[in-house]
Nanobody, 121 residues
Framework: QVQLVESGGGTVQAGGSLRLTCEFS????????WGWFRQAPGKEREFVAA????????DYADSFEGRFTISRDVWKNLVFLDMNNLKPEDTAAYYC??????????????WGQGTQVTVSS
């Protein structure tokens, strides 16, 4: 079992930045992948970015590359999502997830409870 807890969400003005943090605990393996997804009201959950267990490989959805950066602290069991130049359309609940394989589908094995990001215009 893997437990995930997200933090760092909040309200920010358009053009601002936020750092989301995902703290995980439990048994993980070297092939695990950490991902960030988001879901806006009335919309499907969408893939944002993913990172390997070692932190040496990343994957981004095209619409986020260049503005968002995923990283992890191997020693502290933390995964981060740095979000810059935020736009009102980035308003959503953001979820951290863990999976046993690379995927952009919201079908990961373990999920956090989500953290809300609201961007005001």
């Amino acid at each position: 079992q893997v437990q995930l807890v997200e933090s760092g969400g909040g309200t920010v003005q358009a053009g601002g930045s936020l750092r989301l943090t995902c703290e995980f605990s439990g048994t993980v393996f070297a092939n695990y992948v950490w991902g960030w997804f988001r879901q806006a009201p009335g919309k499907e959950r969408e893939f944002v970015a993913a990172i390997s267990w070692r932190g040496d490989k990343t994957d981004y959805a095209d619409s986020f590359e260049g503005r968002f950066t995923i990283s992890r602290d191997v020693w502290k069991n933390l995964v981060f999502l740095d979000m810059n130049n935020l736009k009102p359309e980035d308003t959503a609940a953001y979820y951290c997830a863990v999976n046993s394989a690379w995927s952009r589908k919201p079908e990961y094995d373990y999920w956090g409870q989500g953290t809300q990001v609201t961007v005001s215009s």
